[in-house]
């Protein structure tokens, strides 16, 4: 078996080919190249670095995840006449005005080739004050605590309708943030920097005039948040990137896609406590479908059409309500835990399976540490679970509605209990019991 390869010579988001840079900048290499993953780990590549004829550097590519098949790495362009650190493995020592060439070689066919120039001059920039920092991450921790409070600043700007004011502080938030980058790119602190740039980039499309703009926004934040994911695995803001990836395209209305993002976090990050809150999401997502579903059939003029979307709708309740069960079972002390648990069971009701929901609303129940309104709701959908059975369970029935009156005698769902237990049925079971 072959597989076609591609090398590229790109910018830090991997999206524009880099033909020319400026003496200390880095340029980023990406290989495709699925015949290249040929282990159950990360595998790597190399790509030889040429001056002329002469091999500069061999630099090590990695694969961004098991099986990929993609594999990404970066080196920075120094000045050959400086001193320059043996340690580091990813400086390219060059001069101005020099051609350098990148040559990756695939398992078959020719050589991949890509060539990048160093411009004559130099990028600068003219600041009026700075400090200098022998430590790098004291340097960039400063910029970001500098940066946040820009941000805090615009928040409370906003909130005052200071809209300019506040555009001005996020815009200088925002630069402080890109020099940081800039400046001191191997940082630890590198991957919080992608993240509040991304995240940014969210709070700009939620204030947006257009949908067209919106959507602008949401795509570099999505983006910027592949970016970290790709580059940092590990750091704990790749998690927080998933999560927010999820949410951007959630919020440009594109479910399918956000949901597949959601379970990508649920499967590279299992124990990371936002993947709680995307059960939650996942298992709105399907009760919203069953929902739909169910307006078709209501609306359906065919009886077996109308027949089919009703046994689509169930499914996809229990679909949802498995979903919500899941978050309290693997997250039993999440703020969310008791109320997914009620939204599982009430899931079960919609797919008439009466046995099951009451089972669930019997957990809440039984529960010291739920909320006392969330038992009191869990007491009166058990008795109307009880009512709605093929065979109607009115002694079950009628003792959970009473019991919730005593129990809860000042609750909604107390009021709601004594206007049940005035129906016929259960009306006479309490006449008899007060015989």
Not at 8 to 36: C, S, T, W
Not at 98 to 123: C, H, I, M, N, S
Not at 245 to 271: H, N, T, W
Not at 361 to 368: A, L
């Amino acid at each position: 078996m072959k597989a076609d390869a591609f090398f590229d010579a790109m910018d830090r988001r991997y999206q524009q080919p880099v033909e020319a840079l400026h003496v200390g900048e880095e340029i980023y290499l990406r290989v495709m190249d699925p015949a290249r993953d040929t282990t159950r780990q990360k595998d790597s590549v190399t790509v030889d670095v040429l001056q002329g004829t002469n091999l500069l550097r061999r630099l090590t590519l990695n694969e961004t995840f098991a099986h990929s098949g993609v594999f990404k790495g970066n080196a920075k362009l120094v000045f050959s006449g400086g001193t320059l650190n043996p340690d580091d493995l990813n400086a390219l020592p060059v001069k101005h005005g020099e051609t350098l060439a990148f040559r990756y070689q695939p398992l078959d066919g020719e050589a991949l080739q890509r060539t990048v120039r160093t411009y004559k001059g130099a990028d600068g920039v003219v600041i009026p004050f700075t400090k200098r920092f022998k430590d790098a991450d004291i340097a960039v921790q400063t910029q970001f605590t500098v940066a946040e409070s820009y941000f805090e600043l615009a928040k409370k700007h906003r909130e005052l309708k200071q809209e300019s004011l506040s555009r001005r502080e996020i815009a200088q938030g925002k630069k402080l943030l890109e020099e940081a980058i800039r400046d001191y790119p191997r940082t630890e602190s590198r991957a919080q920097a992608d993240y509040l740039l991304a995240n940014l980039s969210i709070e700009y499309a939620d204030d947006a005039a257009t949908d067209d703009a919106k959507k602008q926004y949401y795509r570099d934040a999505i983006a910027r948040f592949s970016d970290l994911v790709a580059t940092y695995p590990e750091s704990p803001y790749a998690p927080k990137s998933q999560f927010k990836k999820a949410l951007a395209f959630e919020k440009m209305g594109q479910i399918d896609q956000a949901c597949e993002e959601y379970v990508k976090l649920s499967y590279r990050y299992p124990d990371n406590e936002l993947v709680a809150e995307t059960i939650a999401r996942l298992g709105q997502y399907f009760l919203n479908k069953g929902k739909a579903l169910q307006d078709q059939a209501a609306s359906a003029a065919d009886a077996v059409q109308k027949d089919r979307f009703r046994l689509q709708a169930m499914e996809l309740y229990r679909t949802a309500a498995q979903v919500f069960g899941r978050l309290a079972q693997r997250f039993p002390d999440h703020p969310l835990a008791v109320k997914t648990t009620v939204l599982s069971a009430q899931q079960y009701m919609r797919a008439e399976d009466m046995t099951t929901a009451v089972d669930v609303f019997r957990s809440v129940i039984e529960n010291k540490k739920a909320e006392s309104d969330l038992i009191a709701q869990s007491m009166y959908w058990s008795g109307d679970c009880y009512m709605k059975m093929k065979s109607p369970d009115f002694k079950n029935a009628y003792r959970m509605f009473k019991k919730l009156t005593w129990d809860y005698p000042e609750s909604t769902w107390a009021k709601y209990a004594r206007g049940r237990l005035s129906e016929e049925a259960l009306a006479k079971l309490d006449s008899e019991t007060e015989k």
